[in-house]
């Protein structure tokens, strides 16, 4: 059996194969991950991020996000909450790396206003607006992007809501439904009341 050693430099080694910031932010997250981590949850920390890498043409960019936020992640979520993250994203990122991205951006804004055991119900949420076209990457994309601005102003449950709402309008028009979460960021924070009724009011218009 390989040593822990063995394994680092051994992962190490694949991630040098891609832009060298790829293997600068694993050695850093590692660094501070290794006096935190035990031994087999940073081997299945460093197991994921591999495999996040090498995915698909660019899906070592998400990689290096991966990387760099992981250490933040693991203050806000813990062992677990990192692992499951991490879980997650890798699910992402064999739809787009563009959408795993999205989603690793904005993870440290979302945890601080959300809880990690949230964290597979958002995926989905996000995920469910990806349909295979690059107009519904480019939705999914955004609706993680915006996350924690809709935070600002939705209870989590809404926030569900809300991603339906998405879905519905974008069967009419992706363009309507990006410019829908903009709107809902200006919005929903100067409501005081009566969101979710609202949500569901405009959601049974756009059928």
Known sequence: MSSPNDHFNTVADELSKYP?????????????????????????????????????????????????????????????GLLTWGDWGHELCQDSPTIAIAYFRSSIS????????????????????????????????RFFEATPELLGGLLFDDLEKFT???DAIARRSYELATESIDLGIQTFPSMLVGKAAFIDLLGNLSY
């Open 164 to 166: 339906d709402l998405l």
């Open 20 to 80: 060298s910031a790829v293997l600068e932010d694993f050695q850093a997250a590692h660094s501070r991950l290794e006096a935190v981590l035990s031994t087999e949850d940073l081997g299945k920390w460093t197991d994921r991020g591999l495999s996040i890498a090498t995915l698909t043409v660019r899906s070592w960019e998400a990689a290096s996000e991966f990387f760099r936020s992981s250490s933040a992640i693991y203050e806000l979520s813990g062992s677990k």
């Open 110 to 141: 979302v945890l601080s206003v959300m809880d990690s055991e949230q964290i597979p119900a958002w995926a989905r949420m996000g995920r469910s607006l990806y349909k295979g076209s690059w107009k519904s990457t480019a939705l999914s994309a």
